[in-house]
């Protein structure tokens, strides 16, 4: 069945430096869509990308499809403590009308 | 806009109980998803309905259920608890008009129901 892994799993950082998850998946994806879940809270949406090899920025944030379009990294420039949270890959399941999360990178900074 | 609601937020069962959760839409949203989130297994499809219809299911035993109703509320019912059902359970609503691959498929959550059960 459809996989997509995504590392690392959890990620310390300090405040201020970078931050990187990648996100791979067994399957060509027709699009990917990030979303951002706080702690206790919920899923948002954050971007959606849909062609290979596209990169989208959102301020201090970077997301990129791979050109096979398996893969895709969030970077995030300068961290924030406001950046806390997990991130969640994911893409639709097959033809299916549902999307599929990748397993999530958690992400703590620290101030 | 009202964002997507679920009730209740917090619910505690026992063993062999059942529980009915109740998610409504963005209103305009005909796509209802659930996922169950938990610590060992993240974010798993349950179930998507769109104008009354389950279109797909996820890997769940006959326990998991659910139904919208035609001003696209939804409810999932477990029946039978067990300890492993206790998770975050979440709604999410979507304007996906079932046109693969359209990428329209953008879900937005509610905030869940957590169900612990004893």
């Known amino acids: 069945g459809q996989q997509v892994m995504q590392i690392p799993q959890y990620q310390h950082v300090q405040e201020g430096e970078d931050f990187t998850t990648y996100c791979n998946s067994s399957?060509?994806?027709?699009?990917i869509q990030w979303y951002k879940q706080r702690p206790g809270g919920h899923p948002v949406f954050l971007i959606q990308?849909?062609?290979?090899?596209e990169v989208k920025k959102q301020k201090r944030l970077t997301f990129q499809f791979g050109e096979a379009k398996k893969n895709s990294s969030l970077h995030i420039t300068a961290t924030q403590t406001t950046d806390v949270g997990t991130y969640f890959c994911?893409?639709?399941?097959?033809?299916?009308?549902?999307?599929?999360f990748g397993t999530g990178t958690r992400l703590t900074v620290i101030p | 806009k009202a964002g997507v609601t679920q009730t209740p937020r917090y619910l505690i069962k026992t063993r062999g109980q059942q529980v009915t959760l109740s998610c409504s839409p963005i209103?305009?949203?005909?796509?209802v998803s659930w996922y169950q989130q938990t610590p060992g297994q993240g974010l798993q499809f349950l179930f998507e309905?769109?104008?009354?219809?389950?279109?797909n299911k996820g890997n769940f035993p006959g326990r998991f259920s659910g139904r919208q109703f035609s001003n696209s509320r939804s409810e999932m019912n477990v029946s039978t608890l067990e300890l492993g059902d206790s998770a975050l359970y979440l709604c999410?609503?979507?304007?996906?008009?079932?046109?693969?691959?359209?990428?329209?498929?953008?879900?937005?959550f509610g905030a869940g129901s957590r169900l612990t059960v004893l």
């Open positions: 990308l849909v062609k290979s090899g």
């Open positions: 994911a893409g639709p399941n097959g033809g299916a009308n549902n999307l599929f």
């Open positions: 399957t060509t994806l027709s699009n």
């Open positions: 309905y769109f104008s009354e219809t389950q279109r």
């Open positions: 999410a609503s979507s304007t996906n008009k079932g046109l693969y691959p359209s990428g329209a498929n953008v879900l937005t």
């Open positions: 209103s305009g949203h005909r796509s």
